[in-house]
């Protein structure tokens, strides 16, 4: 609607400086048949100037406004490059960001801003890389994963569990490992590590104790999501589960929902939620 409307001023303004210029015109010293002729004329050119103005305009605004990366300034941009060359990874971060994913610029300054310890850097990279079939590439993938996740990114320590617990890209399963990973993404707020341990825990273990932390992990996801969202169905359904196998294992349920409040209200006070994540 914008580019119209900006494209539609323009016809405005092109038509009104070729109309005054067409007004002003000394008619009077021409023949009736001529003035006719010359009017008609300044009308074509008119709205041939008009039609031009208007698709160029409107070429510039989709082009400025329409760019899939990052919108910032030159000045700006200029800023974040000298900032990543001196070792800042997140200023590498955005200054790749401001280029398409198919821009060899977007990889240049993701590998730049991996090798200067940026987590998100590292995280993004190893998604692409995993997609390569190369034996180096995934190991690069490998190594950059484990260095996003044992830098505290969330989603990062929530996809290297999910990688030890379904034995991708030439792991070996280890719930160990998995359990370990999404219990420290689900304490740094991520809700799909909270809901893969608790179908973790609820399989592996099958007392008491696990299933009130299973519980509790799902009471928090769910009371920080989107209630409309597929994630809060998933939370949703995953109670009813816990809910079915507590009886049928004769648990006291009101004592486990009791308990797993309980401590949903005390972790959650520690809990500091992914505001902006990398899907």
């Known amino acids: 609607a914008n580019h119209i409307l900006i494209g539609l001023t323009s016809v405005v303004w092109a038509s009104r400086s070729f109309g005054v210029q067409a007004d002003g015109y000394p008619l ?54 000298s900032r990543c060359e001196d070792g800042q990874g997140e200023a590498c971060w955005y200054v790749a960001a401001y280029y398409e994913e198919s821009d060899e610029k977007f990889l240049y300054w993701l590998r730049k801003g991996a090798s200067n310890g940026d987590p998100k850097s590292q995280y993004l990279l190893s998604s692409i890389l995993r997609s390569k079939k190369d034996n180096q590439l995934q190991k690069e993938a490998r190594d950059l994963l484990e ?23 030439g792991n070996k399963v280890d719930l160990k490992q998995a359990e370990y990973w999404w219990n420290r993404g689900a304490k740094n707020g991520n809700r799909q590590a909270m809901l893969d341990l608790s179908k973790l825990l609820i399989k592996a273990y099958k007392d008491e104790g696990h299933f009130v932390i299973a519980y509790e992990w799902l009471i928090i996801a769910l009371a920080r999501s989107d209630q409309k969202s597929a994630l809060a169905d998933e ?5 009813r589960t816990i809910s079915e196998k ?30 902006d994540p990398i899907d």
């Open 147 to 169: 260095r996003a996740a044992s830098s505290n990114l969330p989603i990062a320590q929530w996809e290297l569990g999910r990688l030890y617990c379904e034995g991708l890209d």
């Open 235 to 239: 939370l949703r359904e995953q109670l």
């Open 28 to 81: 009077d010293q021409l023949t009736e048949g001529s003035k006719v002729v010359l009017k008609k004329i300044y009308s074509v050119k008119t709205i041939i100037i008009a039609i031009i103005v208007f698709v160029l305009v409107l070429a510039f605004v989709i082009f400025k406004t329409d760019r899939k990366g990052l919108s910032i300034s030159g000045k700006e941009l200029a800023t974040l490059v």
């Open 246 to 275: 507590i009886k049928k294992m004769n648990y006291n349920m009101s004592e486990i929902q009791q308990k797993a409040n309980l401590l949903s209200k005390n972790d959650e006070k520690n809990i500091l939620f992914e505001s």
